[in-house]
């Protein structure tokens, strides 16, 4: 090795390699999948090319390199438990990768591996260390490595099916069971004799003399449902090099937490935590977590109870744990994310725009652990001492754990696992089926009455054709879940009827409600769900008693349902003005219709911009006013889909299904193409003029890909409309304008505030210039250096840095202390010549004041700036400083 390698380097050195070679470098994805149901974290390289992969995207280019972002914690691929306790497994990691799309294949790609990992002007391996592992069949790949590259025969390794089926393989990669496969060829690394491992294809060779840094798949079948494989029209190339293990070789260590990235974050831990740092490995996690944890929260993901929330949270007190193992009494870990930004903020500059809201939802989980941690460790401690390495800690020991001082199961066993002791896995979750079905039983309405209630007799629904009442028998009573044969006023419980004009909750419209009267009393019908073929009424008795095998008059509430209807209608008016409008990628992701209000989620890759949505808006509208008769038809599900219908919300269909047409129609090649068409089984408008109005009144991204609107018809709309125009009324009565001029005047008083705002920066600024002369002469000695410590009044954090630029230019070797005061807050800066910062550092004194203030701050060696709410003991805080300085300048 002739010179060492950062980090950073190594990542802008891959990219500058195959820009030279005519790839586009495309930005690291982010860390939640786009799209992808299947994975719950970006795993690899590969992730956001999978289209492309597939021949399902065009994205005009087919040669592309990346730095991808990755997390291997929770789901299929988890790395979590083993972090801390071996040389190379990380929560996150960076994968560098190039691809081709059908460009280039084998004869160019093995040549990009070879030159970057060897040429004097990249890398400069030693080729003699390197040794290349193919397919077992693929010659043409040995003949590259062989002949083109000059490899001996010896350093090739040929790896055939070696996990038990055919092309199971650890050099053959497959896409799924069926789908785009192709075989590899990895490179390895030799460490050299005196580490202990073997080459891969050997029995030793899980050790660490041998390791894997690149890995290039050559996507060249498609594999077939009988296990066949037929040669892919466009071959492409999917590879990977993981930036940590690159790093260690070009660094001239075996570990990955030796290399630089984690050493000046472990140093970071270790002074945080005031120990040393003698590679401990809980500062290992400290040092692995830290980075997954800042990259999920600038991401979008916070910790919560499921999904990928809660692998948050798991990671966040896996660390916090390990902090105290090293002596962490009080929260520490949000004081990770400076080093980590300093670290890794210019290649993700996102990590320096978010870190404050990083911080805040760190340190929000760790006081929230912090309640529950240590009561539970002393209780798992108490446990554990009774037992043995070798023994079982009881099921029910772990499911109190998580049940009462929120420990995690996985926590838990990691604790274990240091004293040789393992979980009752099975235990535990049988412990944990009782608490859902507890869970489930809580809440009289939240029960699933699907699952207790079986009727032999179908329910009949005569709600279609404007019936909204009907003359009906109570076939069943239920209360608590058990049959009943009378239910009394005040009692919930559900009914089940002959016949139901009650429409229940399907297709994204709520269940409906209403009344069912008796000769001896009245049940109030909250709401309305299907049980198999029966359809079943929740609700409670409001006056006298019902019985079964009454007679009875079941009546909905006709303004709701009107209502529900309208918005109903609506929503299929709004899926065909999206896809009309945005494109055919445009698909329904869900809908909830009410009486209130339309909620329709849709696929699409970024907001909908205001231009968009309003041409939307008038598409429907269009519709609404041809005032078009909507049209039911009852069909064979083949039939539906040549008329084109849409299939919608994964329902399961009959042989016949009923079929929505609604709006004008066009003709193609003689065809006619309605408006909208799809299937659906919900209440709708008879004409499209029902609907009156629809006014869209929000759009917002709910997820990777999805987006949603929100929108009103029909009175609800007026109602929206109308309160607009009163704030529109009072705003311009207000600015003593006309409605036409509110528009202008509002931005010439937006405009006017920033100039205020700007004036008032600036009289601040000048204010701390002219103090800047009086404050020089308050300089001190301490323990031999000149210390300048002054609190100011009047000045904010912004003027702060225009005061301390300002006195650094008349004492530049002096170690000056600012304290600006306004308006009850403190604006805290330091400032330490370069040539003293080996002695003390401006961040170190911003952290020790912050923290004797209740505030935060840190920032560089020689300049830092933090912030509190001033506190009652601030001049004692004050007072004291010198003596704290003195107390470091003396080390």
């Known amino acids: 090795m002739s010179r060492p390698f950062r980090s950073a380097d190594i990542r802008q050195a891959f990219i500058n390699f195959f820009k030279s070679k005519q790839h586009t470098h495309v930005p690291s994805s982010s860390l939640i999948p786009h799209n992808d149901p299947t994975l719950l974290f970006t795993n690899a390289g590969m992730n956001q090319f999978k289209d492309c992969f597939l021949g399902l995207e065009d994205r005009g280019y087919h040669r592309a390199v990346s730095s991808q972002k990755c997390v291997r914690a ?29 460009d ?27 040794y290349v592992t193919i397919y077992e069949t693929d010659e043409e790949a040995f003949d590259i490595w062989h002949n083109d590259i000059g490899l001996d ?53 899980d050790g660490d003399r041998f390791i894997e840094i690149w890995n290039c798949v050559f996507m060249q079948f498609n594999r077939q449902k009988d296990g066949s494989l037929e040669p892919l029209p466009a071959p492409s190339v999917d590879t990977g090099m993981g930036l940590e293990r690159i790093s260690a070789i070009l660094q001239g260590v075996h570990g990955n937490y030796e290399i630089d990235i984690f050493v000046n974050l472990m140093d970071a831990a270790a002074e945080i935590l005031g120990i040393e740092n003698t590679q401990q490995a809980s500062l290992k996690v400290i040092a692995d977590h830290i980075r997954a944890v800042c990259f999920l929260i600038a991401d979008g993901v916070l910790p919560s109870n499921e999904g990928r929330g809660y692998v948050l949270r798991r990671i966040i007190r896996r660390a916090v744990r390990h902090g105290n193992k090293l002596g962490a009494d009080s929260a520490f870990f949000y004081k990770m994310v400076t080093p980590l930004v300093k670290e890794m903020g210019e290649a993700y500059p996102d990590l320096i725009e978010k870190q404050s809201a990083i911080e805040s939802a760190i340190e929000k989980e760790e006081s929230q652990f912090a309640k529950t941690l240590a009561q539970g460790l002393r209780l798992l401690s108490g446990e554990l001492d009774a037992l043995q390495s070798g023994d079982v800690l009881s099921g029910e020991t772990a499911f109190k754990l998580y049940d009462t001082y929120g420990f995690p199961v996985d926590l838990t066993a990691d604790i274990s696992r240091e004293r040789g002791i393992r979980i009752d896995e099975a235990s535990f979750e049988e412990h944990m089926q009782e608490q859902r079905l507890r869970a489930r039983a809580a809440g009289q309405f939240d029960v699933d009455y699907s699952s207790v209630i079986q009727i032999d007799t179908p329910t009949e629904f005569i709600g279609y054709d404007k019936h909204d009442d009907s003359d009906v028998t109570i076939l069943a009573i239920y209360e608590e879940g058990k049959a009943s044969d009378t239910l009394t006023e005040g009692n919930a419980g559900v009914l089940v009827l002959d016949r139901t004009p009650f429409y229940a909750e399907g297709g994204g419209q709520v269940g409906e409600n209403g009344e069912i009267r008796t000769d001896s009393g009245v049940f109030s019908v909250q709401d309305t769900k299907k049980s198999g073929h029966s359809i079943i009424h929740h609700g409670v008795v409001s006056m006298g008693e019902i019985h079964t095998n009454q007679s009875a008059h079941a009546q909905v509430t006709s303004d709701l349902r009107a209502a529900s209807a309208k918005n109903h209608s609506a929503t299929h008016l709004l899926h065909a003005a999206l896809r009309q409008e945005l494109g055919d ?93 799809e299937l659906c089984g919900g209440l709708h408008v008879e004409r499209t003029g029902d609907i009156g109005i629809f006014k869209i009144i929000s759009e917002s991204g709910i997820a990777a890909g999805v987006r949603r609107i929100e929108a009103v018809t029909g009175m609800g709309a007026l109602k929206y409309i109308q309160q607009g125009d009163r704030q529109l009324t009072t705003i311009a009565a207000q600015l003593k304008a006309k409605r036409p001029e509110i528009a202008e005047r509002v931005q010439t008083l937006a405009d006017k505030q920033r100039e205020l705002e700007k004036e008032i920066e600036r009289l601040g600024q000048k204010l ?8 020089v002469n308050d300089t001190q000695t301490i323990a031999g250096h000149q210390v300048l410590i002054s609190h100011v009044a009047g000045i904010d954090g912004k003027s702060i840095r225009a005061l301390m630029d300002d006195i650094k230019s008349k004492l530049p070797d002096t170690i000056i202390v600012l304290i600006g005061d306004k308006d009850g807050q403190l604006a805290l800066a330091a400032s330490v010549a370069k040539s003293l910062t080996s002695t003390i550092k401006a961040g170190d004194i911003i952290r020790h004041l912050a923290g004797e203030l209740g505030g935060k701050g840190g920032g560089k060696p020689d300049y830092a700036q933090g912030g509190a709410a001033k506190p009652d003991n601030f001049n004692t805080v004050l007072s004291s400083l010198p003596t704290w300085l003195e107390s470091q300048l003396d080390k």
């Not at 790395?79 to 071996?86: E, I, R």
């Not at 006013?625 to 219908?645: F, P, T």
């Open 585 to 677: 990628k445009v698909n329904q992701k869900g809908s909830l219709v009410s009486s209130e209000v339309l909620r329709f989620d849709f696929s699409y890759d970024e907001p909908v911009t205001p231009q968009q949505l309003a041409k939307i808006e008038r598409i429907v509208n269009e519709q609404i006013q041809a005032n078009v008769a909507a049209r039911i038809e009852h069909m064979s599900i083949d039939e539906a889909m040549k008329k084109g219908a849409m299939a919608l919300f994964g329902e399961k269909y009959g042989d016949e299904v009923r079929v929505l047409t609604m709006g004008t129609s066009t003709v193609k090649d003689g065809i006619e193409i309605p408006f909208s068409i």
């Open 74 to 102: 929770g789901g299929k691929h988890n790395d979590l438990d083993n972090v801390g306790y071996t040389a190379r497994h990380h929560t996150f990691f960076e994968m560098l990768g190039n691809f081709s799309f059908g």
């Open 768 to 775: 701390a210039s002219s103090q800047a002369a009086s404050i």
């Open 153 to 205: 025969s010896e350093r090739i390794i040929r790896i055939g099916d070696n996990k038990g089926a055919p092309y199971a393989s650890d050099n053959f990669w497959t896409m799924g069971d069926t789908g785009p496969c192709g075989p590899c060829t990895e490179v390895f690394y030799d460490h050299g004799a005196d580490i202990e491992g073997g080459l891969p294809g050997t029995p030793e060779e």
């Open 104 to 130: 280039y294949f084998k004869k160019d790609a093995i040549p990009f591996v070879w030159e970057f990992l060897t040429s004097e002007d990249w890398l400069a391996l030693d080729k003699e260390r390197l």
